[in-house]
C-alpha cells in the first residue's frame, strides 16, 4: 500500500478529480475516483477547449493538415494523434480525418512497407510501434475505418516467436524489444475490445507473456534490470518504455493482478513523493522547434523535483485497480 496517510492520500485523490485539465477529470472517473458530478460525455465534451489540445491543434492548415512529414517528432500528425488519443479527446470529430490521411498515406506507403520492414533471418524487422500507436489513436478517437484491419494485419505478421516485435536489423537479434512491442500489444487490447477476433487474441496472449515472464522489466537470464531507463517514469510516452506504460497495459488487459505485475507495482509506489503524487524523471521532448523532438505543450510546468499532475493521475489509477491504495 502507498505509505501515506489517509487525509493525504484523499487531498492527492481531491486535487486530480478537481483539475483544471478535463482529461485528468476523465482519467479519475474512468480509473474508479469521484471527479464531480459531471457525466464523462460532458467532461469529454470539454477537453477540446483545453488549452493543451488547442496548441496540439495549433498548426493545422485551412484544409485540417499539418505541413509536416506525419512522424516528425513530436508535433506530425501522428504524434498529435496519439496525444488526443491519450487525453480522451471527443470521439468521431471529422476535422481529424485530414491527419488520419496524412498517417495513413505514410504508414502504407511502400518506403515504410517494404524499404523500413525487411526480413533478415526469417524475422520481420519492423517499427510495429507506428502501427501500435496508429491503430490505437484511430479506435479511442473513434476514427477507425477498414483499413485498422490492415494495420492489424501487419502486425500478425511481424510478431516475432517470443511474442513481441522489434526493429533490430542485427542478423544475430533474436529477442523481441520492450519499446517496439508495448505498443502494438496496446493497439491490439483496444482493437481486441472492439472487434473480438480469435486470432488477434491469440496475438496478444503471447504479446502479454513476453512482458509478464520478464516482470515488466527484469532479464529472464538473470533477473537484471533490462535497462535503467525502464525504471525512470514519464508522460507523455510517445514510444519510450518504463514500467508504468507497461502496468497501464497490463491493466488495460486485465493482468494487472498477475503476480508478475506485483515487482513493477512496488517500484511504482516507492516513487510516491509524500504530499505531492509523482515526478517525471525522464523527459523526450524540447520546446525550441529548431530541435528534434519538438513539443507545443509543456507537459511539466511543476519545478524541479515537484509531482506532475498527469503523470500522478495516470499512476494513481494503476494502483488503485491493483487494489493498492488506502482506504
Not at 482529461?23 to 483545453?50: K, V
Amino acid at each position: 500500500m502507498i505509505q501515506t496517510n489517509e487525509e493525504d492520500n484523499k487531498e492527492l485523490i481531491q486535487r486530480l478529480c478537481a483539475s483544471k485539465h478535463p482529461s485528468i477529470r476523465l482519467w479519475m472517473q474512468h480509473g474508479g475516483f469521484h471527479a464531480g458530478d459531471d457525466t464523462s460525455d460532458e467532461i469529454r465534451h470539454s477537453i477540446g477547449e483545453d488549452e493543451i489540445v488547442k496548441k496540439l491543434l495549433s498548426e493545422r492548415d485551412p484544409k485540417g493538415k499539418i505541413d509536416r512529414f506525419p512522424y516528425e517528432k513530436w508535433v506530425g500528425a501522428h504524434w498529435i494523434l496519439n496525444l488526443l488519443a491519450e487525453l480522451n479527446y471527443p470521439s468521431q470529430d471529422d476535422g481529424l480525418i485530414p491527419l488520419r490521411e496524412q498517417v495513413f498515406q505514410w504508414i502504407f506507403s511502400d518506403e515504410v512497407r517494404i524499404k523500413q520492414t525487411p526480413i533478415i533471418n526469417g524475422l520481420y524487422r519492423r517499427h510495429a510501434s507506428q502501427e501500435g500507436n496508429l491503430l490505437f489513436s484511430l479506435i479511442q478517437l473513434g476514427l477507425d475505418d477498414a483499413r485498422v484491419h490492415d494495420l492489424v494485419e501487419i502486425l500478425l505478421t511481424c510478431q516475432w516467436p517470443d511474442g513481441g516485435w522489434n526493429c533490430d536489423k542485427n542478423p544475430q537479434a533474436h529477442t523481441s524489444s520492450f519499446i517496439e512491442s508495448i505498443y502494438p500489444l496496446r493497439g491490439l487490447i483496444a482493437y481486441q475490445k472492439k472487434f473480438n477476433n480469435p486470432q488477434v487474441a491469440g496475438c496478444i496472449e503471447k504479446g502479454l507473456e513476453f512482458f509478464l515472464q520478464r516482470k515488466l522489466f527484469r532479464k529472464l537470464r538473470d533477473n537484471a534490470i533490462i535497462a535503467p531507463q525502464f525504471m525512470d517514469l514519464t508522460y507523455p510516452h510517445y514510444h519510450i518504455y518504463d514500467i508504468l506504460i507497461g502496468l497501464k497495459v497490463m491493466n488495460a488487459a486485465g493482468k494487472i493482478n498477475d503476480p508478475r505485475c506485483q515487482a513493477a507495482l512496488d517500484m511504482l509506489e516507492s516513487k510516491y513523493i509524500f504530499g505531492q503524487g509523482w515526478r517525471i524523471e525522464q523527459k523526450y521532448e524540447q520546446y525550441d522547434p529548431s530541435r528534434h523532438r519538438y513539443s507545443l505543450v509543456r507537459w511539466n510546468e511543476e519545478k524541479s523535483g515537484r509531482a506532475n499532475d498527469f503523470l500522478s493521475a495516470q499512476v494513481l489509477i494503476v494502483l488503485n485497480h491493483a487494489g493498492r491504495l488506502m482506504d
